[in-house]
């Protein structure tokens, strides 16, 4: 197992990889160990967060191999679909897997992703826009989301040409 500590405005994350993927990341709480023996996946992971955090979305790929049940996959699957700067709520989330009983175990899928970031589980939100729930701490959910909110709609300011803009009309 490879690891690679990354320094981040909120805090240290640590990334493991094997040979092929990286399979965990977590935030270095100063309770556990920390053993670098970094690899060219770790360390490219740890690139790719100080992309994400100096703000730009994850653009480029990055071989992922988290462990959980046949169901928690399917929920990481459809985390990678919902764009940056976005958020879904568990609700909706349920609703497209075609399981709309399974909003707790969508839930619990969320507190399990071992490569949050990655796999973007701080989008998904409460029905009613509250931010519930997440496995980092919510203060670091709800810095996450304005961070990305704020690049989104800069972004989008940048390429939507003057004239097409509407006008404000009182």
């Not at 981040?8 to 990889?17: D, K, N, Q, R, V």
Request: charged share 15%; proline share 7%; glycine share 6%.
């Amino acid at each position: 197992m490879y690891s690679s500590c990354i320094d981040t405005p909120l805090g240290s994350i640590i990334l493991c990889a094997d040979d092929n993927a990286l399979v965990q990341c977590y935030w270095d709480d100063g309770n556990s160990p920390v053993y670098s023996c970094p690899s060219s996946l770790t360390e490219y992971g740890g690139f790719l967060l100080q992309q994400y955090f100096s703000g730009k979305p994850f653009s480029e790929y990055l071989p992922l191999n988290p462990q959980g049940t046949e169901f928690q996959q399917s929920v990481w699957k459809y985390l990678h679909r919902i764009p940056f700067g976005a958020t879904m709520s568990y609700r909706h989330l349920s609703e497209i897997m075609n399981n709309p009983a399974a909003i707790r175990a969508i839930a619990h899928a969320n507190a399990c992703n071992p490569l949050a970031l990655f796999i973007p589980c701080h989008r998904i939100i409460g029905s009613d826009g509250s931010l519930t729930g997440y496995a980092w701490g919510l203060h670091r959910k709800e810095w996450l989301l304005h961070h990305e909110n704020a690049l989104a709609q800069q972004s989008v300011l940048h390429i939507i040409p003057h004239n097409t803009l509407p006008s404000c009309r009182k």
